[in-house]
């Protein structure tokens, strides 16, 4: 503690005598404490402390300067110099050298040093030291790095940090999620796609030469494939599949093939012709015996209709035990698959059911409980519910065939699809009655591939050769925006180009406000435009769907261009398994994020051999994605 009186400036050098000590002169008293004093000069008032005598000087002798700090030079730093044991013990304990002279504030200290700075709290980092260099004389310089406080950052600057590492943040963060999923929907390599031509063209020449006649389907079948559906000749996806199923009809099938190659042929005709065969395989049994073959009525429906079948067939037709079961992921695709499966099996007499979701749960129920079912197709939702009604079971049921695989074993699906999967595996383990598994899908991402090796190891892999590759019959391109115009006018103008095969044209988005909004943006510039969403009713969906699916009369071909086309706006409900075979063009108004939806939408066209277009829109942000596609639709190469 200091008391003073001064009546003039004081002095700027102050040497104690004792640890205290009583000064007085003419008009001025100062007292000293052995702990602390107070060194005036002029116009401030800054603290010292005492330090101990750790050099030549005297206890009683100390001295102040307030610019420049009287400094010991460090053990082991001069000639003849050296660390005594008590120096060492005491550094090595962790406790702080003493230097005589004055210690400024830390705000005021003109330089740091090594040795005797004071303890650094636990948030900060200690000061940089630089290297020693070497004087003329050859003594040794320490040179140290000025550091007069750290300066506390404006808010200016404390809000450009946090802008700065939110967006590094986020960059990472975006980073992380494309590795995500690009990894998700990565497409996995077919066995194709570093075939010889050779071997294509041996497997090709095969695929020309096979019929339905020669592939050991029942007669009825056949003539319900040629004359009641039309089909001459196999696809490749049919000429691979079929033979395949019906060879081993219990052992689990991929089928993979491009968009409108006709898988659903591929997977319906085997499960009919067996079906077909199992019921014609246990009568001979019953006669074989002796029983009688008649006909015995098994249910009468909800029509008033009564079922019958010969007799014996009780033991594998019962109601609410459903023989097959297709899964497919949309509820127009329900509707699509059962009417070309009626078509199939209408000659061979088998029942078939289809239920979704928009039908009530009582009817979807009473559907597969006033008579037996023998294919039932259902979304995984649907079929969850009539699960877990009472009664119904999967006990029965030889064939599961998972339409569209890509999609089903999506995040959405997935948890669905394996409800489904295991009890059908369970029962088929402990009744000891074999279960066949079928996937069928448009693309093979990695992902479903590794689900699929780990459940069924023994799966069967069967691959076109013109999987993930762009139809050679479909002519695209591509258009990017610049800032001379929007997305919805640059759409205007492809319309405007419209020709005569374009009087069907689907226009694909990403959400569906962009599909709403789209479809009023078209409708007040005069254009037949519908929306085709989840945000649209059930019905007024299947209404358009149907309309959008007829084919264009004679009247709307007037000139050599179409004013008005038939305009489906639509999300990916449209992209899957739907059969749009009048659709001349597909324009991608939001560009897809993956290879795997683009090859889905751009397949809505150029179906069975017809042509087709398909223009992609591109903003900034799909150009990596765009130019990839692009890349590989002019080498003709494999989209990854």
């Known amino acids: 503690m200091l008391r003073t009186t001064l009546s003039t400036a004081g002095r700027a050098c102050i040497r104690p005598l004792a640890n205290k000590i009583a000064l007085q002169r003419a008009s001025r008293q100062l007292d000293f404490l052995h702990d602390q004093c107070l060194c005036l000069q002029f116009s401030f008032v800054v603290a010292a402390r005492s330090y101990g005598t750790g050099s ?12 420049y ?182 052992n689990p099938i991929l089928c993979a093939a491009e968009t409108g190659s006709g898988k659903t042929l591929a997977y319906l005709v085997p499960v009919i012709n067996q079906l077909k065969q199992e019921e014609e395989d246990l009568a001979f049994a019953e006669k074989s015996r002796g029983d009688s073959s008649v006909d015995v009525i098994e249910a009468i429906t909800a029509e008033g209709k009564t079922v019958s079948a010969t007799s014996g067939l009780s033991s594998i037709r019962k109601i609410r035990r459903p023989r097959a079961v297709v899964i497919v992921p949309s509820r127009e695709l329900v509707g699509q698959v059962t009417k070309i499966a009626k078509e199939i099996s209408h000659v061979a007499r088998l029942r078939i059911v289809g239920v979704h979701s928009a039908i009530p749960r009582h009817v979807s129920e009473s559907m597969v409980a006033t008579a037996p079912v023998d294919v039932l197709i259902t979304t995984p939702g649907a079929l969850i519910h009539l699960m877990e009604s009472e009664g119904f079971a999967l006990s029965q049921t030889r064939h599961v065939i998972v339409d569209e695989a890509d999609t089903m074993f999506d995040e959405g699906f997935g948890s669905e699809l394996k409800k489904v999967l295991v ?44 999987l993930h590759r762009i139809l050679p019959r479909l002519r695209q391109a591509f258009l990017r925006i610049d800032g001379s115009t929007t997305k919805q006018q640059m759409c205007l103008d492809v319309l405007k180009r419209a020709v005569v095969d374009d009087s069907r044209i689907i226009i694909f988005c990403n959400t569906r406000r962009s599909c709403g909004d789209l479809a009023d943006f078209l409708r007040s510039k005069g254009y037949d435009a519908v929306d085709i969403s989840s945000a649209v009713d059930v019905k007024e969906r299947t209404k358009a769907l149907a309309r959008f699916a007829q084919a264009p009369s004679e009247g709307d071909e007037e000139s050599d261009h179409v004013s008005k086309p038939m305009i489906a706006v639509a999300t990916d409900i449209a992209s899957r398994g739907l059969d749009t075979t009048n659709v001349g063009h597909v324009i991608l108004y939001d560009f897809p994020q993956t290879a795997i939806d683009y090859l889905h939408r751009v397949g809505r ?24 596609i692009e890349q590989a639709v002019k080498r003709k190469t494999v989209l990854t």
């Open 69 to 250: 700090p009287r400094q010991k030079k460090l053990g082991g730093i001069g000639k003849g110099t050296g660390k005594t044991a008590k120096t060492a013990k005491r550094k090595h304990s962790g406790k702080q050298t003493r230097i005589p002279g004055l210690a400024l504030p830390p705000r005021l200290r003109l330089a740091t040093f090594k040795h005797g700075q004071p303890k650094q709290s636990a948030g900060k980092k200690p000061p940089k030291i630089e290297a020693k260099s070497a004087g003329k004389n050859g003594e040794r310089q320490t040179t140290t790095a000025v550091q007069v406080g750290r300066r506390t950052p404006g808010p200016r600057r404390r809000l450009e940090t946090a802008q700065s590492k939110r967006a590094q943040l986020a960059k990472e963060e975006e980073a992380a999620k494309v590795a995500r999923h690009t990894a998700k929907f990565a497409l996995a390599p077919t066995q194709f796609d570093s075939a010889r031509p050779e071997s294509l063209a041996v497997l090709k020449d095969r695929i020309r030469q096979s019929r339905f006649e020669t592939m050991g389907l029942r007669p009825e079948l056949v003539k319900s494939i040629t004359e009641g559906l039309g089909h001459v000749r196999p696809t490749e996806v049919q000429a691979l599949c079929i033979p395949q199923a019906l060879e081993n009809p219990y």
């Open 605 to 628: 066209t150029a179906r069975n051999g017809a042509k087709g277009r398909a223009t992609s829109i591109i903003a900034k942000k799909d150009r990596k994605m765009a130019m990839m």
């Open 56 to 67: 030549t000087r005297s206890s009683n002798q100390f001295t102040f300067s307030t610019k």
């Open 423 to 466: 009890p059908a595996r369970a029962f088929a383990s402990e009744l000891n009655r074999p279960c066949q598994f079928v996937f069928v899908s448009a693309t093979l991402p990695r992902t479903v591939i590794r689900i699929l090796d780990r459940d069924f190891p023994n799966i069967t892999r069967i691959t076109t050769p013109s």
